[in-house]
Structure formats: C-alpha cells, structure tokens
Nanobody, 115 residues
Framework: QVQLVESGGGLVQAGGSLRLSCAAS????????MGWYRQASGKQRELVAE???????KYEDSVKGRFTISRDNAKNTIFLQMNSLKPEDTAVYYC?????????WGQGTQVTVSS
C-alpha cells in the first residue's frame, strides 16, 4: 500500500524559508515522477514542483528560483526547499505520486507566510 507522509510546514515571516519532507512507503521514489502541490483557501490545487525518475525538475512559474525539489533515495523521501517565501505561498502543501493508474496524496502540511 502506498503511503505519503508530509512534514515541515509551519508559520514563517515573509522572506523566510521552510523545508518540506515527504516520506514514501509502498513505492520507490527514484522510480517515479513525484510532485508537490498546494491548495490555498478557496482556490484549486496546483502543481508547484515535480521531479522525474531521472532527476529532472520543473516548477510553476511563481516559485522558479525560490523553491527546489529534491530527493534522498536512501531515505525514500522527497523534499521541497522553499526560500524567499511570500504571503501568497500560504497554502496546504501536498505530496503526490501516480502509481498503477491511481493517484496518491499525503495528508497535507500547512504553510503560512505572514507579511
């Protein structure tokens, strides 16, 4: 059974940094494309960053240059390093993977950026 468990969210002032973690079980993160999504209050969930099995990364335009997605194969975990945070980054952040035609999501972690 695939499980994704996020951690690392919190309250931070604008300009600050946070590092989110997503520990996976039931899959091997290095063999799948995995992503970080976020959903702000009253808005649709959006893809923030994605890392492919070959290690390539892509980012939503508003986070380019500020966020970095990475993974630790030994820990079977992916990360999202978020720097220069802005109030508009406030959202619940979710880890995601598609496996055997199913979509799996973590429980989400709240990120709140105060101005």
């Amino acid at each position: 059974q695939v499980q994704l468990v996020e951690s690392g969210g919190g309250l931070v002032q604008a300009g600050g940094s946070l590092r989110l973690s997503c520990a996976a079980s039931g899959i091997i993160v290095s063999t799948r494309s995995m992503g970080w999504y976020r959903q702000a209050s009253g808005k649709q969930r959006e893809l923030v960053a994605e890392i492919t099995s070959d290690g390539s990364a892509k980012y939503e335009d508003s986070v380019k240059g500020r966020f970095t997605i990475s993974r630790d194969n030994a820990k079977n975990t992916i990360f999202l390093q978020m720097n220069s945070l802005k109030p508009e980054d406030t959202a619940v952040y979710y880890c995601h993977v598609q496996y055997v035609w199913r979509h799996y999501w973590g429980q989400g972690t709240q990120v709140t950026v105060s101005s």
